[in-house]
């Protein structure tokens, strides 16, 4: 095992039993930019990677009387990181960027034909209850996908080889498919067509 800084030590060992807020302000200032570069490379906007490390080390403050001051500091706070990134893309905020994108490929058309607004709420509940019970990293490059980053990119971003993001963005759209077609309120609707080409073209 590496050998841990002495500095890590003396900042955990006064946060941990004598609440000095100066050694975490030390802390804060050396890892945020590390932890910034590491969320950045995963989640597209600057403002929900900010949010996303606040959190963090608000939670780090809080639990600061059980912290290990011998533990190896850096990998921690990356693994707190990594669950905070796996939870903002579980939660409803990175799921309704999606519905929202969609949502406006096709208001314009349901504003023009009334009578298909619900068929368009019920494909939006659809959308949202296919996101939910998708694995992480298939929803993670739909998400990302949808945002019109290229495969390269999204590979980069997930750490994960080209080949598996296409693998999953291609199962992910033969999930929409399917459930669409299962569904006889929508299967036969313009909007259903519409997205099921939608959905064609983010498994290219």
């Not at 006064?14 to 802390?27: H, S, Y």
């Not at 058309?109 to 990293?137: D, F, G, K, S």
């Not at 495969?151 to 498919?177: D, F, H, P, W």
């Not at 609707?189 to 983010?202: A, D, G, I, P, R």
Request: charged share 25%; net charge neutral.
């Amino acid at each position: 095992m590496d050998q841990i800084p002495i500095i890590y030590q003396h900042w955990l060992q006064a946060i941990k039993e004598r609440n000095d807020t100066n050694a975490f302000g030390e802390l804060y200032r050396y890892c945020w930019k590390d932890l910034y570069q590491h969320a950045a490379r995963r989640i597209l906007d600057a403002q929900d990677v900010e949010d996303i490390l606040q959190e963090l080390f608000v939670q780090f403050w809080e639990k600061r009387h059980t912290i290990d001051i011998q533990m190896n500091l850096p990998a921690y706070l990356k693994g707190m990181l990594k669950y905070k990134i796996i939870n903002f893309f579980n939660a409803n905020k990175a799921k309704n960027r999606l519905l929202d994108h969609w949502s406006n490929h096709i208001f314009d058309y349901v504003q023009q034909h009334p009578e298909e607004l619900e068929t368009y709420l019920a494909l939006e509940r659809l959308l949202e209850e296919e996101l939910e019970i998708m694995p992480h990293n298939m929803r993670q490059a739909l998400l990302l996908k949808w945002e019109h980053l290229p495969i390269r990119e999204i590979a980069l971003r997930m750490g994960l080889s080209e080949q598996t993001v296409k693998n999953n963005l291609t199962e992910a759209s033969k999930r929409m498919r399917k459930a669409i077609s299962a569904r006889q309120n929508v299967q036969n609707s313009t909007l259903s067509v519409f997205l099921v080409l939608v959905l064609e073209e983010l498994s290219k």
